[in-house]
């Protein structure tokens, strides 16, 4: 493979997407997590909810700020490196991005400062109001991102003219044929990614022995999201994987590692693809069950690697493993949900510490899953960045080689040192844990009669001197 100008400008969208898609899947989850949080505490009363609301915040502002950071030079880079991407789909990404911002960043932008600076300085209910709103908000972001995603996979609602689409029906634009499975598919990964890392670090503290009223109320709320939606996810995935199969069916070959189409497929757990071979080494593998699961039929066919072009397929080793690990940490986090549902009905969850200390280490499951699954789903897409229209090589900026390489190691420098603090910040609120002030009456809430001391107060809560 030869090292160009193109190649280094993939690896470093590649490496820079990588580190972003984290941030916003923690976010659009633990955002919920804290709406809900502070709406069951003006439901109950009871004060070990805002405190853990407050927590919660605390990390939910550090991810933010990283998720916002990273996606800003996401931008960027579609300027500077895939400037041709942009004249081509431009009238078609564009203005979706351009309603995240009207329809999300806005609503987040507008409630994020009374979510983060308002404790005890506007009226209880604002404050849950601005929470659930920037909940919304949230999520609104991921509508139009992952319908702007997804057009790139599966386009629809658009002419071409002189080589440059322009919409036709922004219904179907918005709405294109993967993105409903592909919205719900990451947006319960989202989800599932927030409820295992709440699980895990409720684990850590009964296992600890502190915090143990706001432990077990985690270890309730994460394990009980956890053995909803792992399940849940396993359904939405096979939908998207026979979504998948009708659109693109190279990725699906891909991800089986099935060469053949004229045989029934069989659903390989371990193989090492050899692309020059077009054949796989080490097979072990059930005969007919990947038949079973894309045609939902036990001899039925599916199109293999050798049905497309060479120059038509995408990286296969990539896709392939990657498709694996994604499958295999969903059914642990099944496996999870299903053990402390158990041990919940049990009444031994609390104190089942063979159950309770491997967990402490489960909070990178899904997040592991998360970059797993958007490797196979943008691997999968190659050779075209919009599938069927443009190809990635026909894509790139004409910037030179050494410009490229050296914002690549700048990247990688700033990048590893940025969130490396970043998750170290994290981890040391972890380990102070959920304390807090008491809750003042609700009769003394003050309503921002001092902005300045507010933020003051938010900026030692952030940097740690505060509780």
Known sequence: MDVDAILLARIQFAFTVTFHIIFPSFSIGLAAFIATLLVRWRMTGEDHFHRLARFWTKIFAVSFAMGVVSGIVLSYQFGTNWAKFSVVAGNIIGPLLGYEVLTAFFLEATFLGIMLFGWQRVPPNLHVLSAILVAIGTSFSAFWILSANSWMQTPAGFEMKDGIAYPVSWLEIVFNPSFPYRFAHMFTAAYLTTSVVVLSVGARYLVQGRFLEEAKTMVRMGLGMVAILAPLQLVIGDAHGLNTAEHQPVKVAAMEGHWDGSKPGELLLFAW????????????????????????????????????????????????????????????????????????????????????????????????????????????????????????????????????????????????????????????????????????????????ARPIAAAQDATRSALGSED
Not at 421 to 444: F, Q, S, T, W
């Open 273 to 448: 693809p050899d692309e020059k071979a077009e054949k796989n080494h080490f097979e072990i593998g059930i005969p007919h069950l990947a038949s079973l699961i894309i045609t939902h039929s036990y001899d039925g066919l599916f199109k293999g690697l050798k049905d497309f072009k060479a120059e038509e397929r995408p990286p296969v080793l990539p896709v392939f493993f990657a498709f694996r690990v994604m499958v295999g940490v969903g059914l642990l986090l099944i496996a999870i949900g299903f053990v402390g549902t158990f041990l919940w009905w049990r009444r031994k969850v609390f104190s089942a510490q063979w159950y309770l200390k491997p967990l402490i280490y489960a909070w990178p499951l899904g997040f592991i899953a998360i970059v797993c699954g958007w490797w196979v789903t943008e691997t999968g897409r190659q050779p075209y960045l919009v599938y069927g229209i443009l190809k990635t090589m026909d894509a790139v900026s004409p910037v030179a080689f050494g410009a490229v390489l050296t914002t690549l190691i700048l990247f990688v420098l700033i990048y590893t040192s940025v969130f490396s603090m970043g998750i170290l910040y994290i981890n040391r609120l972890i380990d102070k844990g959920p304390e807090g002030k008491a809750i003042a009456p609700e009769g003394n809430a003050s309503v921002g």
